[in-house]
């Protein structure tokens, strides 16, 4: 299993971007996706997690009412629609996959990880 990460860049505060997760597997459906940041000198941390219908979302407080996750299942991919964007938004932004246990916040449910894709926002 592979996971790719894309669509980060530089944005004024305000602004918006959109970040995939392409996934290799023919069982992409089967596992929920979640999306972590990484900021400069902090620990990783929750945002966002998808299942693997799309049925269940959940969002860290940081970002809900911003964030919208989402996936397409047909093409494989899982989309982080984030809006309002702040500089504390400012990370590496992580996408995997879950385990299948219900802790969806912690690291160690998640298994596959891909490679990060780096979200700055200016003031």
């Known amino acids: 299993v592979q996971l790719q990460a894309s669509g980060g860049g530089l944005v004024q505060a305000g602004g918006s971007l959109r970040l995939s997760c392409a996934a290799s597997g023919r069982t992409f459906a089967a596992y929920a996706t979640g999306w972590f940041r990484q900021a400069p000198g902090k620990e990783r941390e929750f945002v966002a997690r998808?299942?693997?219908?799309?049925?269940?979302?959940y969002y860290s407080d940081s970002v809900k009412g911003r964030f919208t996750i989402s996936r397409d299942n047909a093409k494989n991919t899982v989309y982080l629609q984030m809006n309002s964007l702040k500089p504390e938004d400012t990370a590496v932004y992580y996408c995997?996959?879950?385990?299948?246990?219900?802790?969806?916040?912690?690291?160690?449910?998640?298994?596959?990880w891909g490679q990060g894709t780096q979200v700055t926002v200016s003031s």
């Open positions: 995997a996959r879950g385990r299948g246990s219900s802790d969806y916040t912690r690291q160690d449910e998640y298994d596959y």
């Open positions: 998808v299942s693997g219908s799309g049925g269940r979302i």
